[in-house]
């Protein structure tokens, strides 16, 4: 296992070389001048051109990465071209509220997604299940940003139950600046959640030991949470992995449109001043954070099936025996 683990720490570098120069490389063709955003529109060409120089931006684009890719080894993500503040400091700043709204959004994805897969499997074909299957589709198919817009329209600006922009200070403040961007995030995500617990529930349901189950006397609660669900878990655990992963990297509509404090918001404000470091810095964060969340699914699986991990440490003992 530790080798597994070490192996998919090494092949995160490629990947992270990869993703930096396709984003370098694309903002580098964006328009705009980073060094008349730094200092406005009136300032003189002479002000500019050295601004420029200072930049490093009078330099061919192949230069410029390879010295940002060698400052990137030494742990430094350059500054930020808007306020001139550290890019690390800035992104472990904003890191905190978008991991709190990702593990909310997961949380009402998980409440409505697994119960409504579970009922909607075992009513098979009823109107339960047609329902449950037809409103998942729809969730899937909403655009976030819709849905926020139409959550804002009514809870916040109708009915004045919530608030719709930023985040509160306080524990009640924040729970309630926290409701509507975690159902929008969250909408989504159970959708894609009932779907893939339908799936799985139905391939454990025709399976002999479930009926093994029902003929030792074991009560349907028992035999739905210790023999189904359990054995159904991993393309659960993969679905909401993969939807946490991309989370956790920042919800940019979400996140813009409820003016919420967090990496979303950021990147996004980032692109259009054409913050070149910020936006490099948040992205390889973002290619960090996902490819993590990958390994501990990947590791979690384990965990939940046996053979998995018996799998694991019969590679390690035949490495064990061709060694000796």
């Known amino acids: 296992m530790g080798k597994y683990i070490l192996r998919r720490l090494v092949m995160m570098i490629p990947v992270l070389?990869?993703?930096?120069?396709?984003?370098?490389?694309?903002?580098?063709?964006?328009?705009?001048?980073?060094?008349?955003?730094?200092?406005?529109?009136?300032?003189?060409?002479?002000?500019?051109?050295?601004?420029r120089i200072?930049?490093?931006?009078?330099?061919?684009?192949?230069?410029?990465?390879?010295?940002?890719?060698?400052?990137?080894?030494?742990?430094?993500?350059?500054?930020?071209?808007r306020n001139q503040i550290s890019v690390a400091a800035q992104v472990w700043d904003k890191f905190p509220n978008t991991a709190l709204l990702a593990v909310s959004g997961i949380l009402v994805a998980l409440l409505i997604g697994i119960p409504v897969g579970i009922l909607s499997a075992k009513k098979q074909?009823?109107?339960m299940d047609n329902s449950s299957m037809v409103l998942s589709l729809v969730g899937v198919s909403m655009p976030n940003?819709?849905?926020?817009?139409?959550?804002?329209?009514?809870?916040?600006?109708?009915?004045?139950?919530?608030p719709s922009q930023g985040m509160g200070r306080g524990f009640i403040p924040l729970l309630r600046s926290l409701v509507l961007p975690a159902i929008t995030l969250g909408t989504g995500v159970a959708a894609t959640v009932v779907r893939m617990t339908r799936s799985s529930m139905l391939e454990v349901?025709?399976?002999?030991?479930?009926?093994?189950?029902?003929?030792k006397g074991i009560t349907e609660r028992q035999i739905t949470k210790k023999h189904m669900l359990k054995n159904a878990l991993i393309p659960i655990v993969t679905a909401v992995g993969l939807?946490?992963?991309?989370?956790?990297?920042?919800a940019m509509l979400t996140e813009t449109i409820f003016s919420w404090p967090g990496l979303g918001r950021l990147m996004v404000d980032s692109?259009?001043?054409?913050?070149i470091p910020m936006v490099l810095g948040a992205v390889i964060f973002m290619a960090v954070m996902f490819s993590f969340v990958n390994l501990l699914v990947d590791i979690l699986y384990a965990f939940l099936d046996p053979r998995i991990q018996s799998q694991y440490g019969k590679a390690t003992k035949r490495r064990k025996e061709v060694a000796a």
Do not use: C, H
């Open 205 to 215: 349901i025709r399976q002999d030991y479930i009926s093994t189950a029902r003929a």
């Open 17 to 51: 070389i990869g993703v930096t120069f396709i984003v370098f490389f694309i903002m580098s063709l964006t328009p705009g001048d980073p060094a008349a955003i730094i200092l406005g529109d009136q300032a003189s060409a002479e002000a500019l051109e050295l601004k």
């Open 271 to 275: 692109i259009t001043s054409k913050d």
């Open 125 to 127: 074909y009823t109107f």
């Open 145 to 162: 940003f819709w849905l926020g817009l139409l959550l804002s329209l009514l809870f916040a600006l109708k009915l004045g139950w919530l």
């Open 243 to 250: 939807q946490f992963g991309q989370l956790l990297g920042g």
């Open 54 to 81: 200072e930049l490093g931006l009078d330099k061919p684009l192949l230069i410029r990465y390879a010295t940002y890719m060698g400052n990137l080894v030494r742990g430094d993500l350059g500054t930020s071209y």
